[in-house]
Every structure is written in structure tokens, then in C-alpha cells.
């Protein structure tokens, strides 16, 4: 099994994480944001690279052993699923946000056939609705959903309400909570930004600090 905390480690040692209770983000959605997410940059660290891909097909032998295809979300889960589809000896196929409008319209992009059993690989979940568009897409194809992983989750309730309403099994290799505990606890943030981060998570959409 992975170590959460770990994983989240090497997540802030290259900065993908970046967390600022004072001077928060702004998301493309509007949401002002303590935190900041590009699992991009871990691609450019090797080593660390290698480690969340190993940890990523851990779990995806762990939980999901009965996936016959890996499906990359467009555009950050493509190089993780890729990754993990070479190690794996598995199929790999990647799902775009819509059909392309030109060419043959595809939006799934990759050899399938109907009926095989498929994992989502994301790099990050927030409210979980990009995922649930992917499966969709992958769904109207005749291919059958074991689940999604991710590497990152913001721990968001309404994500894990979408899931489990569309009944899809879900696993993510570290999440909020462990980042921003093992940020109070190495001294990274002050018990005071600590408790501003939890509040976020609670209300994001209003949240400010």
C-alpha cells in the first residue's frame, strides 16, 4: 500500500504542491485558493517521477488487477497512464475534454474494443466532475469503468458525492488532509494558516482569507 504522507512530500519537495494561506490562488473558476496543484512538474524530476509512477502501479495492481486499459485524461493524466500502461505491459488509450472538431471528431484517441475493462488515471480530482466526463465518453463506447485514480485529491465532499452516485470506484495515492498535516507538522505552515487551510476545504467557493 502507498504512503500517503510520503507521496505528499515529494509533491511539495519539487513544488508541485504550493500552498499560501496569505496570498492565495486564483483558480480558473474564480475560486480564490491557499493551494496550488501542477502534478506537470514532477515530470521533471526523475526520480521523483519514477517513484509516484511506481506508487501508481502499486495501487493499480492492489485494487484494480482486473483493468485490461488504462485511459489517460487529457491533458495532465496522459504521461501517468502512459507511464504506468509501459511498466504495466497494458494497453493505453487518453480521453479529450470534447471530440475533435476536425479529422475523424475523435475524443477518445487509441485502440479499444467495446467491453474491456478500463481504469481512469487523473493526476488531480477537485470536484470530480472532469473525471465523470471522461467516463462518460468512455461509457458511450461500450468500455466498462473499474475505477479512477489519482495522485492528488482536494478532499472536496461534493467529489466523493459524484462518485459514488455514478457508483464508481475511486482511489486517490495522497490527499488534502495528509498535505496540509504534514505541512503543520514540518513547520511549512503556522497552526493559524493551518486552521485557514481547513476552513477553505469546507466552503472554497466562498472561502477568503
Not at 496570498?23 to 521533471?44: E, F, H, M
Request: charged share 20%; hydrophobic share 40%; net charge neutral.
Amino acid at each position: 500500500m502507498q504512503d500517503a504522507t510520503l507521496i505528499a512530500e515529494k509533491l511539495l519537495q519539487v513544488k508541485a504542491i504550493q500552498l499560501n494561506p496569505t496570498q492565495p490562488y486564483t483558480w480558473a473558476s474564480g475560486w480564490k485558493s491557499p493551494i496550488y496543484c501542477d502534478n506537470r512538474k514532477v515530470l521533471s524530476f526523475p526520480y521523483v517521477r519514477d517513484y509516484i509512477k511506481s506508487e501508481l502501479c502499486n495501487i493499480i495492481f492492489e485494487k484494480y488487477e482486473s483493468a485490461t486499459l488504462l485511459a489517460g485524461v487529457a491533458t495532465a493524466g496522459i504521461p501517468w497512464g502512459a507511464m504506468a500502461a509501459d511498466q504495466l505491459k497494458l494497453p493505453f488509450i487518453y480521453v479529450r475534454p470534447k471530440p475533435k472538431e476536425h479529422g475523424l471528431g475523435n475524443q477518445l484517441e487509441g485502440e479499444f474494443k467495446p467491453g474491456q475493462k478500463v481504469l481512469v488515471i487523473e493526476d488531480l480530482v477537485s470536484t470530480g466532475k472532469s473525471s465523470l466526463q471522461a467516463v462518460d465518453a468512455l461509457q458511450e463506447k461500450g468500455l466498462e469503468i473499474v475505477g479512477v485514480v489519482s495522485i492528488f485529491n482536494y478532499g472536496f465532499p461534493t467529489a466523493t458525492e459524484h462518485f459514488a452516485k455514478r457508483n464508481i470506484n475511486y482511489t486517490t495515492l495522497t490527499d488534502y488532509s495528509t498535505l496540509i498535516t504534514l505541512a503543520a507538522s514540518t513547520g511549512l505552515i503556522s497552526n493559524d494558516q493551518l486552521q485557514l487551510l481547513e476552513k477553505w476545504r469546507e466552503s472554497p467557493s466562498t472561502w477568503a482569507p
